[in-house]
């Protein structure tokens, strides 16, 4: 059997014949953190909505947990989880009641300790009846990684999960994503921080402008960068323009 949870061939995406991903190749292995980097317009988020079937690809050949997503795409739903950049809860329920709610949906047996678990696992049991309009924003942003994982699937994909979190709170959310790959969970995660990459990631692609740059782990992409340096910039560049710049120079 394939160790691989994601694999994506040629991937061509167009909005109004304005080209967004470019021939898009990469791989995700089972049990790992795999990392997307890219700046805003990039093509991350439609990379992420393709895989998780909320839309279709022009072009390319797609297996997410070893099915073709363009031929069985409920099946490819019923192994995967996805959270997006917005918090998606009901402000109205309880932290309880979110989570039950979900519970339900997916079908869960025994729903009141699978519930009871997600809560302790998430650090939400002293607020778990409390209606989330009284939650903090860490809080929520923990209750919708509850809701994701309920049920255990088999990849979950993390839609830059950690923007307009301060660095408190984001060092928790990084917790837990390293807890569910304890699990099992194979963890797809979109980001513009290197940082988090770093931190996270077993393998890292950044994409810019519809194409992928380059993929490996961190110490890979490393390798690739030219010799550390001080020198005085107006501005920061970033990991895209770095590597753009590497590339070019290898082709003079």
């Not at 304005?18 to 990392?35: D, I, R, Y």
């Not at 980001?191 to 770093?198: G, H, K, R, S, V």
Request: charged share 25%; glycine share 8%; with cysteine.
């Amino acid at each position: 059997m394939s160790n691989l949870a994601v694999s994506v061939r040629e991937l061509e995406k167009s909005y109004k014949n304005v080209p967004v991903l470019k021939g898009v190749n990469f791989e995700v292995k089972k049990g790992s953190v795999f990392a997307l980097l890219g700046s805003n317009g990039a093509g991350k988020t439609t990379i992420i909505k393709i895989l998780t079937t909320l839309l279709q690809a022009d072009r390319g050949v797609i297996e997410v947990c070893g099915t073709n997503l363009q031929t069985n795409p409920g099946q490819v739903r019923e192994k995967i989880s996805l959270t997006g950049q917005n918090v998606a809860v009901d402000d109205i329920l309880t932290g309880r009641e979110n989570l039950d709610l979900v519970a339900k949906l997916r079908h869960l047996p025994d729903r009141k300790k699978v519930v009871e678990e997600s809560l302790r696992r998430f650090d939400l049991q002293e607020a778990g009846d409390r209606a989330l309009a009284t939650y903090s924003g860490g809080m929520k942003r923990r209750l919708d990684l509850a809701m994701t994982v309920l049920g255990s699937p088999e990849l979950v994909f993390l839609d830059e999960p950690s923007v307009g979190l301060d660095p408190e709170v984001r060092l928790a959310l990084w917790d837990v994503i390293r807890g569910m790959v304890k699990a099992g969970i194979t963890v797809f995660l979109t980001t513009q921080y290197l940082e988090e990459a770093e931190q996270l990631a077993d393998s890292i692609a950044i994409l810019h402008e519809g194409k992928i740059l380059v993929q490996g782990t961190m110490d890979e992409l490393k390798a690739i960068l030219p010799p550390k340096k001080v020198e005085y910039v107006e501005k920061q560049p970033t990991l895209e323009e770095i590597f753009l710049t590497v590339t070019a120079k290898k082709g003079e």
